[in-house]
């Protein structure tokens, strides 16, 4: 699903800490998901209006991102606010970073840029378990496939509920090209109960999906 048609997975939570930047992309497009100091998410273009330098190689302050090349700040809302080569100019309202919006829910942070679109509703679903973000040279059609060999009834929409030895595991596809697939993949329950041996169970379950479709393997096995 591209940005502009709705909700599209980006990055587990949990691998976003306060302070510090990643980049990704959708569908060819380059963006960087920060959060800033106060714990909110962002999720804006990747790039530097200024040279174009990528704003997921800089660093975070407080509640601004700068620009690793010439230290540029950009404020929330992707206003630049100091160029430290004109410590004392008022920075035109013009220089600024293009933003999408951006929720979080699940344990994975979302980014959009459609007015009225609707995040995921998981009903009766109030915690989650973080596994990991699994990159897949593989189209984002098999990479669904291969899930719904394991539960049939995995994929209602984009982003499937896959069921494994009494576990819900959600697989948030996002797809980053025609030949690569994101799969940000959270246990449905309480990290009380799933931390721990659950987590580096489903993450090897997951390396070993990867290794099944890279390698063109029609078949994938359920884990026991």
């Given at each position: 699903m591209k940005?502009?048609?709705g909700w599209v997975p980006v990055a587990l939570s949990s691998s976003i800490e306060p302070g510090t930047s990643a980049g990704a992309v959708v569908e060819g497009s380059e963006i960087v998901v920060w959060r800033d100091n106060s714990g909110n998410a962002h999720v804006w273009e990747d790039r530097c209006p200024h040279r174009g330098m990528r704003m997921s190689?800089?660093?975070?302050?407080?509640?601004?991102?700068a620009c690793l090349y010439h230290g540029w700040q950009y404020?929330?809302?992707?206003?630049?606010?100091?160029?430290p080569a004109?410590?004392?100019l008022e920075v035109p309202q013009t220089i600024k970073v293009p933003t999408y919006s951006a929720e979080e829910r699940y344990g994975i942070v979302w980014a959009t840029t459609a007015e009225n679109a609707s995040l995921p509703d998981i009903g009766g679903v109030t915690d989650v378990t973080p596994v990991r973000s699994l990159y897949i040279e593989s189209a984002a059609d098999d990479v669904r496939a291969a899930l719904s060999v394991i539960d049939p009834t995995a994929f209602a929409g984009n982003d499937g509920i896959v069921s494994l030895g009494g576990d819900r595991l959600l697989t948030a596809v996002q797809v980053i090209?025609?030949?690569?697939?994101?799969l940000h993949i959270v246990i449905l329950g309480s990290p009380a109960v799933n931390a721990g041996a659950k987590q580096k169970h489903y993450a090897q379950w997951a390396e070993g999906l990867r290794f099944k479709l890279e390698s063109m393997v029609p078949a994938i096995a359920e884990v026991a």
């Open positions: 940005l502009e048609a190689f800089g660093f975070v302050r407080g509640d601004h991102i404020d929330t809302a992707g206003q630049c606010r100091y160029i004109h410590p004392t090209s025609s030949e690569k697939t994101a």
